[in-house]
């Protein structure tokens, strides 16, 4: 029926909008007739009742529609309030936060209450957009801050954990690290946590990881007063990871980066660790020191690793005075170059490099030379040996370099360097 109405309605509005063809002459009483009919008819189609009432479907339709538009509004909303926020900010007249105005090159004002950051990327200000810049990384700092708080309070790593710390990741890649001091310590504590949570994902654990890495690598934004963490959660993690006793079992599978993260990270926390760390680590491996036993290698390994050597002045006698005659005197006793004395040397070069000026090495200089010149296995008398190149058991020469240099020894260092060029003028001959 209503396609009837409506096919009937097209006819009429077709015979309204008809033409005469060519050649056909219509009298005016035919015309007059012919729209009077027209007009009954369309008259009789206006005064017939609906044939197919729309009232059961207003309420939807305006349903449909208020539904999307609201929709809309709310998808504007966040960016509506982004723009006013940030045109609020960057106005000339005085913010709200009590902060000044930018100044004429876009960068603004001192805070009031003391924020400093920490060390942004300078570059940014060269930008074109440096004006909004500031504006814009505050906004995204509160976010990932807000964010990430709520999603360790409600226990939920996967995905909102993880998502707001790789967020937190681009962040500093984008601007450095442009947040007060404050907020740093608590960046690194709660990292801290995270990574070591007990039987977490080795992939998650890696990237958080990996952040913490990042966030502790500027050693002169943080000192000691400002950060303590503690060295067993870390150690924990490494005996669990790298001493795993149901790996070689199939039990566990880790990936081969794990340990060099592992390592980097605990490399990274070092300077960090408490005054009464020392003497902790020293009760906990002594009683693997063996040098006829497997565990000699897993407690060098641990001490090479762990023990802190940058500790200030004041503190040298909680740090390495507690150890360094003890591992010197064993060093120096031992003659058939086991695997965990390069272990040992890259420790004492560590060492010396930290504590330059403060430890007395001229009664092991002699020993010392003699040892790293064994290492290099030069020929001796004869042209037709050939020098290893891999050897498991040699020092690595970066460490050699740096313990030499680090002690200020010219002296040896010349006859040092006379004896590996007549060893070598021997070997090219």
């Known amino acids: 029926m209503g396609r009837e109405a409506g096919t009937s309605l097209l006819q009429g509005e077709q015979n309204l909008q008809e033409e005469p063809g060519p050649g056909k002459q219509i009298s005016p009483g035919e015309k007059k007739s012919d729209e009077q009919s027209l007009k009954t008819r369309i008259g009789c189609l206006l005064e017939r009742p609906p044939l197919l009432s729309l009232q059961p479907f207003a309420p939807t339709v305006a349903t449909r529609h208020s539904q999307a538009l609201r929709k809309a509004l709310q998808a504007e909303e966040p960016a509506q309030q982004e723009a006013v926020e940030i045109r609020r900010l960057t106005e000339p007249a005085e913010r709200a936060d009590g902060r000044h105005p930018p100044e004429p090159g876009g960068l603004p004002g001192p805070d009031p209450q003391g924020f400093v950051p920490q060390k942004e990327i300078v570059y940014n200000k060269l930008l074109p957009s440096a004006e909004r810049l500031d504006v ?34 681009t962040y500093i890649r984008l601007y450095g690290r442009k947040f007060s001091k404050e907020d740093h310590v608590l960046f690194i504590k709660l990292l801290y946590e995270l990574v070591s949570i007990p039987k977490l994902e080795i992939s998650m654990m890696q990237g958080f990881a990996r952040l913490l890495i990042n966030l502790l690598k500027k050693k002169e934004l943080l000192s000691r007063d400002d950060l303590e963490l503690p060295w067993r959660p870390l150690y924990d993690m ?192």
């Open 238 to 429: 490494v005996e669990r990871i790298l001493y795993s006793k149901t790996e070689h079992l199939g039990l566990n599978w880790f990936p081969n980066s794990v340990e060099n993260v592992l390592k980097t990270l605990v490399k990274s926390c070092r300077p960090y660790f408490p005054a009464d760390a020392t003497a902790e680590m020293l009760e906990e491996w002594r009683p693997l020191r063996c040098p006829f036993d497997v565990t000699m290698q897993k407690a060098i390994t641990y001490f090479e690793i762990f023990l802190p050597t940058s500790l200030p002045p004041e503190l040298h006698h909680k740090g390495f005075k507690l150890w360094f005659d003890e591992l010197i005197g064993l060093w120096v006793s031992v003659q058939n170059l086991p695997q965990w004395e390069g272990q040992l040397v890259n420790l004492f070069a560590r060492l010396a490099t930290d504590n330059i000026g403060y430890i007395d090495w001229d009664p092991y200089v002699p020993k010392i030379f003699t040892r790293i010149l064994r290492s290099l296995n030069l020929p001796v008398g004869s042209s037709q040996v050939l020098v290893p190149r891999f050897l498991t058991n040699a020092y690595d020469i970066g460490h050699a370099v740096i313990w030499i240099t680090a002690m200020m020894v010219m002296l040896f260092g010349w006859m040092f360097l006379w004896k590996m060029q007549d060893g070598c003028e021997k070997f090219n001959s």
């Open 136 to 169: 814009k990384s505050d906004l995204q700092l509160a976010q990932i801050k807000s964010n990430l708080g709520r999603a360790v309070q409600l226990q939920e790593l996967w995905p909102g954990g993880l998502f707001w710390t790789r967020e937190l990741s």
